[in-house]
Nanobody, 117 residues
Framework: QVQLVESGGGLVQAGGSLRLSCAASGSIFIFNVMRWYRQAPGKQREFVAGVTNDAITTYADSVKGRFTISRDNAKNTVYLQMSSLKPEDTGVYSC???????????WGQGTQVTVSS
């Protein structure tokens, strides 16, 4: 029923920009918190950024000042604008949505971001 689909990944050079989207469909739930995570091969998944339904944002220190998270509540879509990309930003980016009303969360399948030097 509920599905999260990420898009916008690709190959970019260091210093470039990329915009990721995560669209939720199949429900009328309020996604109270939406977050982006990333994982590189051989590394642990790490938190990147999050946004609440009332637009409160948080960022990992490693991306602060370079990435911007935002959401469109009417579309149940969250975005991640990434600028000044570095090779260490490379990884699979996945979105997570937490639904307070059912005490559950959902994951997308991820989109690959590769930053070349």
């Amino acid at each position: 029923q509920v599905q999260l689909v990420e898009s916008g990944g690709g190959l970019v050079q260091a210093g470039g920009s990329l915009r990721l989207s995560c669209a939720a469909s199949g429900s009328i739930f309020i996604f109270n918190v939406m977050r982006w995570y990333r994982q590189a091969p051989g590394k642990q998944r790490e938190f990147v950024a999050g946004v609440t339904n009332d637009a409160i944002t948080t960022y990992a220190d490693s991306v602060k000042g370079r990435f911007t998270i935002s959401r469109d509540n009417a579309k149940n879509t969250v975005y991640l604008q990434m600028s000044s990309l570095k090779p260490e930003d490379t990884g699979v980016y996945s979105c997570n949505a937490w639904v307070r009303s059912i005490r559950n969360d959902y994951w997308g399948q991820g989109t690959q971001v590769t930053v070349s030097s």
